[in-house]
């Protein structure tokens, strides 16, 4: 058996042996790697740098005395830094799994999206979490900035979790029972830190002495940082990050003070960081430099055929998160297809395939060379100067006599018809190629050791077949070939394709599935097989999690796992919440939909199956066991005491911590249940409990159990079903199509929130533009409309009122709440054209945005109306008032003016008209139907324009009151009839 300090020296050599120096852990505490001078000082700058250690890495808030199996206050990274990107990480990376034992062939070895940052360093980069069955052993990133800088060249961070690692190759249940040397224990070992460090952390650590550290170190890192030494400044930076991590462990830190010492820690490595890059050029970089890499040469390639063949480009990239990979696809057969426009080559319709590490479009009948052409070039005007025309001709190579003249929006110009002989396809698809490789682009790019490109994640090979031929694409380091690479376990990884014909079929062959559906219909075809006759998928419910599982694989394997059943007597929630979320399995359930007892997983790829099962089960195994421990331990924990912790997370740094929020909205509820006659005991004793549960610990470590556990522990502490359902439904709609709030406490509840939300981000950091929408505002405007059209005692409140409710610390103004109103309108017109109503009748109800239940009245009533003729005549009439009223036509007029009879019938009329006291069509059609006749004989007896001011005034007067009964009903305007 592998032991633990076997393996650590086992990955060191590896890592010696591709060149990396080894250094020592930091000598004080750190909470990963990352944070040692190895690594945030040495990716900063211009020098090569490649190293390797070991650090142990101290997280106050971990600890848990040594008894959760998986959990620990001091765990051991291993730390390898490559910079700069030595084009082939990954296969590093699985070479050293190799040093150390792992047969990647038999386990399935995935590269899962997991994207880093540290705000408080202001660092941030891409990458992905490597999955070993279904284990997180390794954090793999792509560094992008470190103390607010952005990196060139690009490092590669790979932090291995060693005792994960180790676990999982000696198949322990406990850290503790880790062989952390022959016949000596992990436990053994560090056992007795473990605890006392975790009493320290959590139970003695003093409060007022670690604060003045606190200030002590940050003053000390600003006097070195003024002092010039940069090394010394980042020690007592790290010495402040501990600091505040064991406050922070002790419930010490208020949200005001996170916030602060956040931007305090910050700003001092933002200037560590600068001080590190001067001092270094001073010192002219005694490593040396980066220097970029060459531009790749032009593919030489020679056209063997003169008739229409298949065209095949590839674009080889490292794992794309699956989210990316669907966009991905769009942007290619964006690209592609515009790109094929601009040319003169016939073709025929372009497909797009894509798998995590290939995008692929393939278009067939592609002509061997473009036609002919004569392009007509358009010079200056034939009055022009004859300068100008010598000008034009000398720049074409021509003389004046060559130029014609043609007639441009009826002025005479001189022109020039070019000749153009039409170019080989290889050329002009290489053109082509290199500019749809070029202009992709992803929500969120990175950059690698390419000059150049950026994108998702690294692009590393091309493949580009036009028939037999190469294409001879070229796009900065990167140039086409026959070559493509196959699954990483493949033997040979590589293969030569013989023609664009047979590209897909030779990587169907070598096991990988391009299509999209193909590899779908394979996993749910796969799953549904696996469970019967005892169990089955909800392949409609799971679909999201099909289509994710899906682009996370190339050649798809599902597999069946089980677990105990003891595991039963948690909530379903966290029993799937586990499954999909964190390890993206199917749950199986049976006939009822009670959940049984196993699981599928899909791997990628040939693999062992009776090792990955077994690997997968674990890893759920000690997931549950995690749950578990939290969920007693959360039983056990009085509902006061867990919203009292809500005094420890922050909001946002402006609107203070989740217990503020919480109060917030508690108060709003009740304020608005008041208004509108509907305040309860459930209500008043749910608004005390909103939010409690993000302070407990499962809803700490999932997150997306909010609310589902708020019911699950009120019910557990004695609370009434009522308010424990209110408590539930103060979280629902979670997503678009969630569930909506049953009950009129958990919609008020449900409301308040999310009104709660939208005033205080409006007014600090503003309402979402384009794609970006950090704090899901755009969500919650979309909960509170859909909350208020399903909740018919909420028909009465207006939106906007209730806003202007929503306290908040901080002021809301005036332009704020417009703003905010403006916003609901166009998600409430988006969200009714989605939903298929007419744009017209929807842009006509959209004056009731604030009470969208009344719009969706309106709407119902119009789709009946515009089948009535009353209703058509009624419409007409107040239209036709609508268009003869000049705007700024004062209403009001003097009835003793009019003297026709047509004139003194309408008054009569339109003085008989009681309108509905609420916004109602069919009503209102019937109080007005006896419009109609006497608007019609007005207009045609009385000339409305007289000549008298008095009289035109008057029979102005008139018209505006007939056009105004519709006023505050519909945009009458906006109604196609």
Known sequence: MLTMQEALARLTAYWTEHGALIVQPMNTEVGAGTLNPATFLRVLGPEPWRVVYVEPSVRPDDSRYGENPNRLQTHTQLQVILKPDPG???????????????????????????????????????????????????????????????????????????????????????????????????????????????????????IEANRKLLDIYAGEAQRMIDAGLPVPAHSYVLKCSQAFNVLDSRGAVSTAERAAEFGRMRRLAGEVAKLWVARRAELEHPLGLVVDREPAPVPATVQTGDGPRTLVFEIGTEELPPAELRNAREQLQRLVTEGLAGTRLAHGDVRVFGTPRRLIAVVPEVAAREDDHVRTVRGPKTQ???????????????????????????????????????????????????????????????????????????????????????????????????????????????????????????????GIVADHEDRRELIVVGAQDLVYPDGRVDVTGEAALIDQITDLVEQPLPLLGTFDEGYLTLPDAVLTTVMRKHQRYLPVRDEDGKLLPMFVTVANGPVDVELVRTGNEAVLRARYEDARFFYRADLDTPLADMKARLDRLTFTDKLGSMADRAGRIGSLAITLGERLGLGSPVLARAAELVKFDLGSQLVTEMTSLAGVMAREYASHAGESRAVAEAVFEAELPRNTGDSLPR???????????????????????????????????????????????STPELASLSLLDALALAAQPVPVSPEVLAAVGDFLAKRLEQALTEEGQPVDRVR??????????????????????VEDEAFAAVAAAIQRARRIVPDGTPAGYDVGVLKEPAELALHEAVTAVVLPSEPDLTQFVAATRGLVEPVNTFFDDVLVMADDPAIRAARLGLLVAVRDLGDGLLDWPQLRL
Do not use: C
């Open 88 to 206: 082939n990480p990954q296969e590093l990376y699985l070479g050293s799994l190799a040093a150390i034992g792992i047969d990647v062939a038999a386990h399935d070895v995935r590269f899962v999206e997991d994207n880093w940052a540290s705000p408080a360093l202001g660092a941030w980069g891409l990458g992905w979490e490597v999955w070993l069955d279904g284990l997180e052993i390794t954090q793999f990133t792509y560094f992008q900035q470190a103390g607010g800088i952005n990196l060139d060249p690009v490092s590669v961070e790979i932090t291995y979790g060693i005792e994960r690692i180790i676990m999982a190759l000696q198949d322990k249940q406990h850290f503790k029972e880790i062989e952390y040397a022959p016949g000596v224990s992990y436990g053994e070992v560090f056992g007795q830190s473990e605890y006392e460090m975790s009493r320290y952390y959590l139970d003695d650590a003093d």
């Open 743 to 789: 009950t009129v406490p958990g919609a008020l509840l449900s409301l308040a929130d999310r009104l709660d939300l939208v005033a205080g981000l409006a007014a600090t950091v503003g309402l979402p533009t384009g794609s970006s929408d950090p704090f899901a505002v755009r969500r919650a405007v979309l909960g509170l409309l859909a909350v208020h059209r």
């Open 844 to 865: 006509a109800v959209l004056p009731h945005f604030a009470r969208p239940s009344v719009a969706d009245t309106l709407l119902a009533q119009l789709d009946v109306a």
């Open 384 to 510: 022009a100067p004859a300068k100008a025309v010598e000008g034009f001709a000398r720049g074409h190579g021509v003389d004046p006599g060559a130029l014609a003249t043609e007639e441009f929006n009826g002025v005479e110009h001189y022109v020039l018809h070019k000749e153009e002989t039409g170019q080989p396809a290889p050329q002009v698809l290489a053109e082509v190629l290199a500019k749809v490789t070029g202009g992709l682009r992803s929500a969120k790019n990175m950059r690698w050791n390419d000059p150049k490109l950026a994108f998702s994640r690294p692009l590393r090979w091309l493949t580009a077949l036009w028939g037999d031929d190469v294409v001879p694409v070229a796009v900065s380091t990167l140039a086409a070939g026959r070559r493509t690479r196959l699954l990483r376990t493949a033997n040979p990884p590589v293969v030569d394709i013989a023609s664009a014909e047979t590209f897909v079929e030779t990587l169907g062959v070598n």
